[in-house]
């Protein structure tokens, strides 16, 4: 039997947790449908987390493509069925990639070793420069922290997961809340180990009963700790720690039941959630937000 | 005096001209080994200069391999180790924030060569600090004189010559001291 995964209309980090509700329930070898048909917007995080859910099913799962032509096509252009055409049956409508959407700063990107975030690096800091400076009104050299960061994240796959995962960048206008501000978002998720795990195989790693993929998330994005004993590891989520603090920006970091977020003002998320439903692997999200005048830098 | 550029040394070890950023912590292990070789091949006195003018970004990782991991081989708690020196140049503000991140982490400095002279960054106290811009203005220096500068005795200013010494901060040369970057390149 199929079982249905219904995706929501309008799919982000948040709303994400709906599909991996849904997936709790079902046998991890069951056969499912991850039905978009109704789905009219995702951020990169959703592109890319429906990405990780298709890597992560034992028995290859069908997806129906949205029915709306903009979204589809949208997606397309966002490179996500080129991807998600090797791990899913797909059905309905896929409409072929155009080229000259502007808001995608890169695409849909497979990251399974270093070369690849040299390749993700090397595109995206031309166009982020531009973005950065025209649409969120952020001086030339947050683009050189923003490429650090990008490329830090990118490589918690290639150490940490196991295996390989996606990334994906996108200019969009934050709508939740006035003042509604452009923002530029990075999404890198896998379906590898995860950072509970990563972290546990730290040879004589102490485990209490307070040991859980919260406490592994606090571990690793607040206090910089890694699987290595090498004192350099663990630097890398610090740095990039300090340059969302630097630039007003947000991190999310989800792994296994737990999620934790670095969350500035303009936003009104919890710093950190337990027991939500489990999903494999590690989803990070950066939002960098547009400069208005008596922002932080 | 030697000289390596790191873009040049990245290049040939991705074996890709395409390649101007120091990302990812294999690069950095593989640049970094690279530059080891070519100290290596030196006299067991020597002063190189670590040239980052064609480098377009470096992230943490890189940063943690390419300059903190070369720092900590040759900052020698054996005063008769090897003697290998850094002067590092062409750095900028878009690199220097990563560096500085790893220098803090693994507490150790470096002279970093600029328009305008070298200066010591990094992690350094105050007197070491003061002392190093001592030596570094005298040229060639002696305890005596940096027992003046920092108001102590000359056994406190040999001390904290001592640990510049063991940070490969300042040089030693017959009985004084010459900080890096103090020296012309053709008098190193």
């Known amino acids: ?297 | 005096m030697n000289h390596i550029d790191v873009s040049t040394v990245l290049r040939q070890t991705l074996s890709c001209e395409l390649y101007s950023n120091l990302v990812t912590r294999p690069t950095g292990a593989a640049v970094r080994t690279q530059i080891e070789a070519l100290v290596a091949d030196t006299l067991d006195h020597s002063l190189t200069v670590i040239d980052f003018s064609h480098v377009g970004m470096i992230d943490f990782s890189c940063a943690d391999e390419v300059v903190a991991k070369l720092l900590l081989q040759y900052v020698a708690e054996d005063p008769d180790a090897r003697e290998a020196y850094f002067l590092f140049r062409g750095v900028t503000d878009d690199h220097w924030d990563a560096i500085e991140t790893v220098l803090e982490r693994h507490s150790l400095a470096l002279v970093l060569e600029t328009d305008d002279g070298a200066h010591v960054m990094g992690q350094v106290n105050d007197g070491e600090r003061m002392a190093w811009e001592k030596v570094y203005e005298l040229g060639r220096a002696v305890p005596a004189d940096i027992a003046i500068a920092l108001g102590a005795g000359t056994s406190e200013a040999e001390r904290v010559l001592e640990i510049l010494h063991r940070r490969r901060l300042v040089m030693r040369l017959d009985d004084g001291y010459v900080a890096v970057g103090g020296l012309g390149e053709t008098d190193a």
């Open chain 1, 1 to 297: 039997m199929t079982s249905v995964i219904t995706v929501p209309q309008s799919l982000d980090d948040r709303t994400f947790e709906q599909v991996v509700e849904q997936l709790a329930a079902v046998p991890a070898d069951a056969k499912v449908l991850v039905d978009a048909r109704h789905t009219r917007w995702s951020s990169p995080y959703g592109l890319t987390a429906l990405l990780t859910l298709g890597q992560s099913r034992a028995e290859k799962a069908g997806f129906a493509v949205p029915e709306a032509e903009e979204t589809a096509s949208y997606w397309a252009r966002a490179g996500f069925f080129r991807h998600a055409e090797e791990l899913f049956e797909l059905s309905g409508s896929v409409p072929k990639a155009k080229s000259g959407e502007s808001s995608v700063l890169l695409e849909v990107t497979s990251v399974a070793n270093s070369d690849d975030v040299h390749t993700v690096v090397g595109r995206i800091q031309q166009k982020a420069q531009k973005m950065l400076a025209t649409e969120l009104h952020i001086e030339s050299r947050a683009t050189v922290g923003f490429a650090m960061t990008l490329s830090e994240i990118c490589q918690n796959i290639v150490e940490h997961a196991g295996r390989g995962g996606w990334v994906a960048v996108q200019a969009y206008t934050y709508r939740q809340r006035p003042p509604h501000r452009r923002l530029i978002v990075i999404a890198v998720c896998d379906a590898g180990l995860g950072f509970r795990q990563s972290l546990e195989s730290l040879p004589g790693r102490v485990r209490d009963e307070r040991w859980d993929d919260a406490a592994a998330l606090e571990e690793a994005v607040i206090r910089g700790g890694s699987r290595f004993r090498d004192p350099g590891r663990g630097q890398g989520l610090a740095g990039v720690r300090k340059y969302i603090g630097r630039w007003d920006g947000k991190l999310t970091v989800r792994s296994g039941t737990a999620r934790i977020a670095i969350v500035p003002s303009w936003d009104e998320d919890v710093p950190l959630e337990e027991k939500l439903a489990p999903f494999p692997g590690a989803q990070v999200q950066v939002i960098i937000p547009e400069r208005v005048s008596g922002s932080p830098r």
